[in-house]
């Protein structure tokens, strides 16, 4: 039996290798080869934060061809190309002396051997002269953007632009404006994106309509989490609970990474660092402890709860069941207590949300006008800064929440609201 280390099995945040899950059933592989075959217009990939949209990338794109690009590291155009040039190594500029008889030293600087920048290929630095009495120099700066285009049509790279909706607006649309042409001349580009920021490249520059193809990542059924479990388990010779599989993927939230996580933890706390040379025993009687141990908020979740905290004006306070005992909170406590009810469900009627409601309130439940107020504050406060994560969105139009965030998501299910205030 070939032996792993814990860190090669369980992978959250990059690349998979042993429970890589291809989902063949929604055929997302073959979706991108089939661009890569055919281009002449973007490739816009969405799917929830963390659901697979990079490493789908890199399992199709071979590594020497692919350059990614983070839209958070974005601040102007410049930034853009100079990220491309980067990653091709390429230099933007060299010196030139001229002889008064046609004889030239051209003196390079940096690591190269493109063709459409030099007139020879070279490796490192390298200089060419012919003497002369009589010579000028000069020092010639390659626009880097011309650089960079042709570098990634020469050297048939692909550029995976991810985050782009973190890029201002005035910078997304110049740069897809340069992207245009070359575009149209088989430049394959690829962006990453949330659902809901899915047709920022056609809001952008409106002449890239029907430009765009999109091919979305769907939320990961929980058969599809439990495979990585099984797969990951195996490896390292353990036999679980037979509901473990079950009880991890549905509080992963649909979310591959978090799966990953919780897999990874799960073996930690019980001293598995490698696969193990007998059949390991793993027992849970209950879930709940371990899922409550887990559920601490990263940096970012405790800044926007910081700011949603910050910015509640509901004075009115209830009387409110929560785990047994009577508190008092604001309609916002009484929202986050039922969503907290809801949960594993992340898309929610509300009427679903007035029947949870009730059980939550001991009397006097907000009346529906002010549940749908207060849900539209909750919206407008947790996407007010697109460089955070998209945690909750409220459709006001056909009245339903959708918990967009699985950190989020397990951490209302099985966090500590007392210590962060949110009830």
């Not at 051997?113 to 002369?132: Q, V």
């Not at 598995?272 to 887990?294: A, G, H, L, Q, V």
């Not at 006008?369 to 459709?395: C, F, G, V, Y």
Request: hydrophobic share 35%; with cysteine.
């Amino acid at each position: 039996m070939q032996s792993y280390r814990l860190g090669e099995v369980f992978i959250a945040g990059g690349e998979p290798t042993v429970t890589y899950n291809p989902r063949e059933d929604v055929a997302l592989e073959a979706a991108l080869e089939d661009y890569l075959d055919a281009p002449y217009r973007i490739l816009s990939v969405t799917g929830p934060t963390k659901s697979g949209k990079t490493v789908l990338c890199w399992k199709v794109i071979p590594e020497q061809q692919r350059i990614l690009i983070s839209g958070g590291d974005i601040s102007d155009e410049e930034d853009f190309w100079s990220q491309i040039i980067d990653e091709l190594h390429a230099p933007t500029q060299f010196r030139e002396t001229i002889g008064s008889s046609q004889d030239t030293s051209v003196r390079f600087t940096g690591q190269t051997k493109f063709s459409w920048l030099l007139p020879f290929s070279f490796g490192g630095s390298r200089e060419r002269t012919r003497s002369d009495d009589s010579k000028t120099a000069r020092t010639i700066v390659r626009n880097a953007k011309k650089a960079a285009i042709e570098g990634i049509q020469e050297e048939n790279r692909i550029p995976v632009v991810d985050d782009f909706h973190y890029i201002d607006k005035e910078t997304q649309r110049r740069i897809i404006l340069s992207l245009r042409t070359p575009i149209f001349e088989g430049l394959r580009v690829i962006f990453l994106a949330v659902p809901h920021r899915g047709f920022d490249v056609e809001r952008a520059e409106h002449d890239m309509a029907g430009r765009v193809e999109q091919l979305e990542v769907p939320s990961w059924k929980n058969e599809e989490l439990e495979h990585i479990a099984e797969e990951g388990f195996k490896a390292l010779n353990i036999d679980p609970n037979s509901n473990m599989f079950s009880q991890f993927a549905k509080n992963s939230f649909g979310n591959p990474n978090l799966m990953q996580e919780l897999c990874r933890k799960i073996c930690s706390r019980k001293g598995i660092r490698k696969t193990s040379p007998t059949t390991f025993d793993i027992r849970m009687s209950r879930y709940e402890p371990f899922f409550e141990e887990e559920a601490k908020p990263n940096y970012d979740l405790k800044k926007i709860i910081s700011d949603f905290n910050s910015s509640r004006k509901e004075r009115v306070t209830r009387k409110l069941e929560f785990e047994g005992r009577e508190i008092d909170g604001d309609v916002y406590s009484v929202l986050f207590l039922s969503i907290r009810g809801i949960l594993p469900n992340k898309d929610i009627r509300f009427e679903k949300i007035v029947d949870e409601v009730e059980g939550v309130c001991i009397d006097d439940a907000p009346k529906p006008h002010e549940l749908s107020r207060a849900l539209s504050r909750m919206h407008e406060i947790a996407n007010k800064d697109p460089t955070r994560p998209h945690i909750l969105e409220w459709d006001s139009e056909i009245k339903e929440l959708h918990v967009m965030d699985a950190k989020f998501a397990f951490f209302l299910k099985w966090g500590d609201l007392d210590a962060i205030d949110l009830v």
